[in-house]
């Protein structure tokens, strides 16, 4: 091989090395991109859970609260029927 078949293939190996080395970056930022918006997704995900949550133990504390009234109610109803009879 010839001095100038080196120096080129020297250069053509250099160029391959950068263009390389340049998407592994590119591949890298991607990734942190890629990372960073998952994070977010988990916790928006997390936020929604607890916001969920939140939202079913209200529900089954208004409808404790809802039972207990109906059972006052009923007691109110029974007492008054049997005032009647």
Known sequence: MS???LKQLIAS????IQALSHSL???KEEG???RKQMY???????ASQANF???QADYYRRL???EDRQ???LEILDRVTKKDV
């Not at 190996?13 to 391959?16: D, G, S, T």
């Not at 977010?40 to 997390?46: G, I, N, Y």
């Open 25 to 27: 970056t590119e591949l």
């Open 64 to 66: 404790e609260d809802v």
């Open 53 to 55: 949550w939140e939202i």
């Open 32 to 34: 942190k991109k890629d």
């Open 40 to 46: 977010e997704w988990m916790s928006r995900l997390s």
């Open 3 to 5: 001095d100038e078949e």
């Open 13 to 16: 190996n250099a160029k391959a």
């Open 71 to 73: 059972a006052k109610m």
